[in-house]
């Protein structure tokens, strides 16, 4: 396995210089950052994370103002105590993307939004909180107890409200293999926790954030 600073080495001269790379790089927010934004906004990530998927993510940008107005600015409780019957009207409502599963899906969000909150003050301290160096248990919790948000569709939830991340791109994946980090499916317990591992010894060796690291490792390959 490369130390980062040849993996960087290797990103900025695929990508025309450092000075480029860096101006593709997003930084995280802090804890501090994502602690202050109000549970309804990552509510609302979740949805818009759930609705891209499958989908062209355009088409979805283009309509997210009206489909935050469909869904009360996505409040917690609003849309948790949304019945069946609420539903059906969302179905008919030409602002939201028509799928029944997804509408389900973003109720579900919504309560579990609600219990997270109930359990640790409010939803955003619980992802503001939860260890980067641990990042993988994060992706397994949305995957267990959240609706729609395992895999990458989770990860891209993450990066997007600015909570430090790596996603498991093809390019990622592509080039973890190339580093001998993992055998088998990236998708298996033994392999993310083997991509944990290699990010935080990335993280610890220069990378500063599962962020800068994942970006850098992507663009060795594409």
């Not at 290699?198 to 060796?205: G, H, I, L, Q």
Request: zero cysteines.
């Amino acid at each position: 396995m490369k130390k980062f600073s040849a993996l960087y080495k290797q990103a900025a001269s695929r990508k025309g210089g450092e000075k480029v790379l860096e101006g593709m790089i997003a930084r995280p927010r802090s804890a501090a950052a994502l602690a202050r934004l109000p549970d309804d906004r990552w509510l609302s990530g979740m949805a818009k994370a759930v609705f891209r998927a499958g989908f062209n993510w355009s088409v979805i940008d283009k309509k997210w103002p009206d489909i935050e107005l469909a869904f009360n600015g996505f409040d917690p409780h609003h849309v948790a105590f949304l019945s069946d019957d609420d539903l059906d009207e969302l179905l008919k409502d030409a602002r939201v993307i028509r799928h029944w599963r997804k509408l389900k899906a973003i109720r579900a969000n919504a309560q579990y939004t609600v219990d997270l909150a109930s359990e640790h003050g409010t939803a955003a301290k619980y992802f503001a909180d939860y260890p980067t160096a641990e990042y993988v248990g994060l992706l397994q919790n949305l995957k267990k107890h959240a609706a729609y948000l395992g895999g990458t569709t989770g990860q891209y939830f993450l990066r997007e409200l600015g909570k430090d991340s790596f996603i498991l791109s093809k390019d990622d994946i592509a080039a973890l293999r190339r580093e001998s980090v993992f055998d088998g499916s990236p998708t298996s317990k033994s392999s993310l926790a083997d991509i944990q591992s290699a990010f935080n010894e990335w993280v610890d060796d220069g990378g500063e954030s599962l962020t800068r690291v994942s970006r850098v490792l992507a663009f060795t390959v594409g």
